[in-house]
Every structure is written in structure tokens, then in C-alpha cells.
């Protein structure tokens, strides 16, 4: 069975990383690697391939970046364009493989569906029902062409069926993300970081920002600024700067501010095993990231999540993460939690054990035996 597998955007490749790697165990399922390049820079790209062990891309479209109507364009007539060839040359593609909700995710599924290329989705069902964010947009498409619907958690499960989804498309395989994440996070902690930043294990927080919500606009993102300015006062913070935010700091003047606060240490997107590294032996993560809010919960760290709902919900319920959105009495509220050591504990949701890709792997490799 020949699979086309789609990965565009950072949190994609440690998605596709344990898939491709489930895939090696069977002949019968071939994977083609195609690289749109919504990202392109190498500490938001390279880097993952070589960290998590990924071949290079079979196909790399250099699409990079635009406005969200030109990006996801560019992107399905490019790659409908790779089905189409792979057509002529009597080489198509029995399915795509997408994973997560970037614009590459749902463009390339469209490219697929409308080609009759059956399309499985990674990660699908996952809802915040807010739709001004673009990824939930991405999700809703994504899953109503897909055939095939692999979601990470039983609320996932649960928004399909009430979207009308038949159960047999439906197969609860666990979290890809959490594969990788403890397949490397022995590796990560050999990292050399913390020393570099002179940090002591479990006495600092690591900050993520780059929701088009919090950064986009100065009055909130000013805002968010202050907190950590007032937090960093507290215990020490990293903060891995993501370009989009960068971008929009330096455009409100914002970036001295942050920069020139001494505990904080300001750096640049950091690649998988310098970030494991921090965000397992953290006192708290304070994100905006949806990936992140699971990675948390599978170490068992606090996470204080900067929006105000989540389409992970496991991770608020079950698991470390609280919603503070934008709320700044509310952030400080649970930082204090957090440094007295009442913050609540929470668990690893079930079927986020490492197997995630094999059960993937397994289902598609029967689907292919039906197919021979
Ligand atoms: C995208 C995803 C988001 C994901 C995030 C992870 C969508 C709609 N959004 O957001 O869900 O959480 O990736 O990082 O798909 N840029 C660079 N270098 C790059 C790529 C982008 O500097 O390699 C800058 C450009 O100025 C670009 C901006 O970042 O305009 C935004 O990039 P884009 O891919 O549109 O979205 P992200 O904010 O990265």
C-alpha cells in the first residue's frame, strides 16, 4: 500500500516520527515523506529530522509561508500535483496520511479527497468550538473528508459521533506526540542546557507564546509580557521565542522590554531534545501550545495554558494543565499553587503509552492485506 505522508509545520514531525518508523516493521505498507515547508527554517524544521531520526523528505514542496488563503492554496495544487504524477506513472497513492491541524494538514487532505485518495487523519476530533482559530477550522475540514479517523483521546471519539462520523472510520489509537516523547526524553535529559543556562532542575518555568490570539494583538500581548516580567521575580523563566512572536515583539517595541529582564532568559525556537530537556525537569510551563499541554501531562509537570479553552480537554480534566487565558490574577493564582506545592497532581491519560504509531501501523497493515 503506498502512503502518502504529509508533514508541513513543526509540531508534524514528531507526529510522523514514531508512524514512519511502525511502518518499517511491515513490507507492505510503503510510505512517501512529503515536506510542504509551511516551515522552513532550520530550527523549526531540520532539526526534528535529524533529532528524531526522520529521513530526509522524498518530496520537499518549498511552499513557506503567506497569508492562510495562499499558503493552503499553494499547498493543494502542489500536491495535487505530486498524486497527479504519481497517477501517470502507474505509481498512485493508495492513502494519505495527515497528522494534527496545520494549514498543511487540511490542504493536502483536500488535495486527496477530491482525487478519491482515501485520507487518514492523526490526531482527528479534537475540538475547542472555537472556530477564530485557524486549527479548528483545519480540524473540522480535515476530519469531515477523511475516511479514516485516528484520534488521540476518547473526547475526540465522542465530537465525531456527534458530528454524524460512523464508528467503523473511528479507531481510538492513543498520542503519536507522547511516542516520541518517550522514546527520547532519556536522550533529552543528557542535554547540556541547563548548565548552560544555569538553571537548577525543578526550579524554573519554561514559556511558550505564539497563538495568533495572544501575539497579534499589543494590549494583550503587552499584557501577557508583564506577567512573566512579574512571575520572573518569583523563579527563573526560558523562554524559546517562536519567529512569529519575535516578529510581532520587535513590531510593538515590546522585544527590549523582555529581553533586558534579567530573569529571563530570551532564545530562539529550540530544537526536540534542548526543549525535552527543559520542560521535563520544569517547575511549571506556561504555553499557549496545544502539543504542549500534552507533553506536560504525560511528565506530570504544571501547565498554566494561556487560552481560553482547549480542544484538549484530557489534559484539564485528567491531566496538569489549567486554562488562565489572558487572566493575570488567575496566572499568578496558580503560579503560587504551583511554588507552595498545592497544585493539583494529575495522571497520563490511557493509550498515551508509547504504542500509539504500532496500533496505526497495525491497522493499516490489515487494511493492506485486504487490498493484496
Ligand atoms: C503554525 C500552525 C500552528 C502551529 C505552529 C507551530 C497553522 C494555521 N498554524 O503556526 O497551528 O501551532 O505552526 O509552530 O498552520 N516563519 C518563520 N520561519 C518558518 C516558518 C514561519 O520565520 O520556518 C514565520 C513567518 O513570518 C510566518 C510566521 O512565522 O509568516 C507564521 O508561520 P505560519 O506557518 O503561517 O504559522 P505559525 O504561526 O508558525
Given at each position: 500500500?503506498?502512503?502518502?505522508?504529509?508533514?508541513?509545520?513543526r509540531?508534524?514531525?514528531?507526529?510522523?516520527?514514531?508512524?514512519?518508523?511502525?511502518?518499517?516493521?511491515y513490507?507492505?505498507?510503503?510510505p512517501?515523506?512529503?515536506?510542504t515547508?509551511?516551515?522552513?527554517?532550520?530550527n523549526?524544521s531540520?532539526?526534528?529530522?535529524?533529532?528524531?531520526?526522520i529521513?530526509?523528505?522524498?518530496?520537499?514542496?518549498?511552499?513557506?509561508?503567506?497569508?492562510?488563503?495562499?499558503?493552503?492554496?499553494?499547498?493543494?495544487?502542489?500536491?495535487?500535483?505530486?498524486?497527479?504524477?504519481?497517477?501517470?506513472?502507474?505509481?498512485?497513492?493508495?492513502?494519505?496520511?495527515?497528522?494534527?491541524?496545520?494549514?498543511?494538514?487540511?490542504?493536502?487532505?483536500?488535495?486527496a479527497?477530491?482525487?478519491?485518495?482515501?485520507?487518514?487523519h492523526?490526531?482527528?476530533?479534537?475540538?475547542s468550538?472555537?472556530?477564530?482559530?485557524?486549527?479548528?477550522?483545519?480540524?473540522?475540514?480535515?476530519?469531515?473528508?477523511?475516511d479514516m479517523?485516528?484520534?488521540?483521546?476518547p473526547?475526540?471519539?465522542?465530537?465525531?459521533?456527534?458530528?454524524?462520523?460512523?464508528?467503523?472510520?473511528?479507531?481510538?489509537?492513543?498520542?503519536?506526540?507522547i511516542?516520541?516523547?518517550?522514546?527520547?526524553?532519556?536522550?533529552?535529559?543528557?542535554?547540556?542546557?541547563l548548565?548552560?543556562?544555569?538553571?537548577t532542575?525543578?526550579?524554573?518555568?519554561v514559556?511558550?507564546?505564539?497563538?495568533?490570539?495572544?501575539?497579534?494583538?499589543?494590549?494583550?500581548l503587552?499584557?501577557?509580557?508583564?506577567?512573566?516580567?512579574?512571575?520572573?521575580?518569583?523563579m527563573?523563566?526560558?523562554?524559546?521565542?517562536?519567529?512569529?512572536?519575535?516578529?510581532?515583539?520587535?513590531?510593538?517595541?515590546?522585544?527590549?522590554?523582555?529581553?533586558?529582564?534579567?530573569?529571563i532568559?530570551?532564545?530562539g525556537?529550540?530544537?526536540?531534545?534542548?526543549?525535552?530537556?527543559?520542560?521535563?525537569?520544569a517547575?511549571?510551563?506556561?504555553?499557549?501550545?496545544?502539543?504542549?499541554?500534552e507533553?506536560?501531562?504525560?511528565?506530570?509537570?504544571?501547565?498554566?495554558?494561556?487560552?481560553?479553552?482547549?480542544?484538549?480537554?484530557i489534559?484539564?480534566?485528567?491531566?496538569?494543565s489549567?486554562?488562565?487565558?489572558?487572566?493575570?490574577?488567575?496566572?499568578?493564582?496558580?503560579?503560587?499553587?504551583?511554588?507552595?506545592?498545592?497544585y493539583?497532581?494529575?495522571?497520563?491519560?490511557?493509550?498515551?503509552?508509547?504504542?500509539?504509531?504500532?496500533?496505526?501501523?497495525?491497522?493499516?497493515?490489515?487494511?493492506?492485506?485486504?487490498?493484496?
Open positions: 500500500m503506498r502512503l502518502a505522508c504529509i508533514v508541513g509545520a509540531p508534524n514531525f514528531m507526529k510522523i516520527a514514531p508512524i514512519l518508523r511502525a511502518f518499517e516493521k513490507d507492505s505498507l510503503q512517501t515523506l512529503i515536506h515547508g509551511q516551515h522552513y527554517d532550520a523549526l531540520d532539526v526534528f529530522f535529524e533529532e528524531l531520526g529521513s530526509r523528505p522524498d518530496i520537499s514542496l518549498g511552499i513557506g509561508s503567506g497569508s492562510h488563503g495562499k499558503q493552503t492554496a499553494d499547498i493543494l495544487v502542489a500536491i495535487e500535483n505530486i498524486l497527479l504524477e504519481a497517477q501517470k506513472k502507474g505509481q498512485g497513492f493508495d492513502r494519505m496520511i495527515v497528522v494534527g491541524d496545520v494549514n498543511s494538514t487540511m490542504a493536502a487532505a483536500i488535495a479527497a477530491k482525487l478519491l485518495i482515501p485520507v487518514a492523526v490526531e482527528a476530533g479534537l475540538r468550538f472555537d472556530r477564530t482559530m485557524p486549527e479548528e477550522i483545519n480540524r473540522m475540514l480535515t476530519d469531515s473528508i477523511c479517523l485516528l484520534p488521540s483521546e473526547d475526540g471519539v465522542t465530537n465525531l459521533k456527534n458530528e454524524g462520523h460512523d464508528d467503523s472510520k473511528i479507531h481510538l489509537v492513543g498520542n503519536v506526540m511516542d516520541t516523547l518517550l522514546n527520547q526524553v532519556v536522550r533529552a535529559k543528557q542535554s547540556e542546557i548548565s548552560e543556562l544555569s538553571l532542575p525543578g526550579e524554573y518555568g514559556v511558550t507564546l505564539h497563538r495568533p490570539a495572544n501575539v497579534d494583538d499589543k494590549e494583550i503587552s499584557g501577557l509580557l508583564q506577567v512573566l516580567v512579574d512571575i520572573s521575580d518569583k527563573p523563566l526560558v523562554f524559546p521565542i517562536h519567529p512569529r512572536t519575535k516578529s510581532r515583539l520587535e513590531a510593538f517595541d515590546l522585544y527590549g522590554k523582555i529581553e533586558s529582564c534579567n530573569n532568559s530570551c532564545l525556537p529550540l530544537g526536540y531534545n534542548d526543549f525535552l530537556c527543559l520542560t521535563s525537569q517547575k511549571v510551563i506556561v504555553t499557549d501550545s496545544g502539543g504542549l499541554q507533553e506536560s501531562t504525560a511528565l506530570g509537570v504544571p501547565c498554566l495554558t494561556m487560552r481560553p479553552n482547549t480542544e484538549r480537554p489534559t484539564v480534566t485528567q491531566g496538569t489549567t486554562l488562565v487565558g489572558s487572566d493575570a490574577a488567575k496566572l499568578k493564582f496558580h503560579l503560587t499553587e504551583v511554588i507552595n506545592g498545592t493539583r497532581q494529575g495522571s497520563c491519560p490511557e493509550l498515551w503509552d508509547g504504542k500509539a504509531a504500532e496500533r496505526i501501523a497495525a491497522i493499516l497493515a490489515a487494511e493492506s492485506s485486504q487490498l493484496a
